[in-house]
Nanobody, 115 residues
Framework: QVQLVESGGGLVQHGGSLRLSCAASGSRFSRSTIGWYRQAPGKQRELVADITSSGNTENADFVKGRFTISRDNAKNTVYLQMNSLKPEDTGVYYC?????????WGQGTQVTVSS
C-alpha cells in the first residue's frame, strides 16, 4: 500500500513563494509518475505538474515559468516550488502517484494567496 503526505501549504501574499512536499511510503516511488493537482472552490481538480520515474516533467500552461516540480528518490519525496504566486493559485493541492494502473492520492494541503 502507498501513503502520500503533503506538506508546505499555507497563506502567502501575491508574488510570494511556497514549496510543497509530498512524502510517499512504500517501494514503488522511484518507479512511479508523481503529479501535483489542485482544486479551487467550485472548480474541478486540475493537473499542475507531474514528473516521471526518469525525471521528465510536464507543466500546465498556467504555471510555466513560475512552478518547478522535482523529485528526490532517496527520500521518496516530490517537491513543487511555487514562485510568483497569484490569488488564482489558491486551492487545495494534492499529490498523486501513478504506478501502472494503480493510482493513489494524498489528503491535500491548502494554499491561499492573498491579493
Amino acid at each position: 500500500q502507498v501513503q502520500l503526505v503533503e506538506s508546505g501549504g499555507g497563506l502567502v501574499q501575491h508574488g510570494g513563494s511556497l514549496r510543497l512536499s509530498c512524502a510517499a511510503s512504500g517501494s514503488r516511488f522511484s518507479r512511479s509518475t508523481i503529479g501535483w493537482y489542485r482544486q479551487a472552490p467550485g472548480k474541478q481538480r486540475e493537473l499542475v505538474a507531474d514528473i516521471t520515474s526518469s525525471g521528465n516533467t510536464e507543466n500546465a500552461d498556467f504555471v510555466k515559468g513560475r512552478f518547478t516540480i522535482s523529485r528526490d528518490n532517496a527520500k521518496n519525496t516530490v517537491y513543487l516550488q511555487m514562485n510568483s504566486l497569484k490569488p488564482e493559485d489558491t486551492g487545495v493541492y494534492y499529490c498523486n502517484l501513478q504506478y501502472y494502473t494503480s493510482i493513489y492520492w494524498g489528503q491535500g494541503t491548502q494554499v491561499t494567496v492573498s491579493s
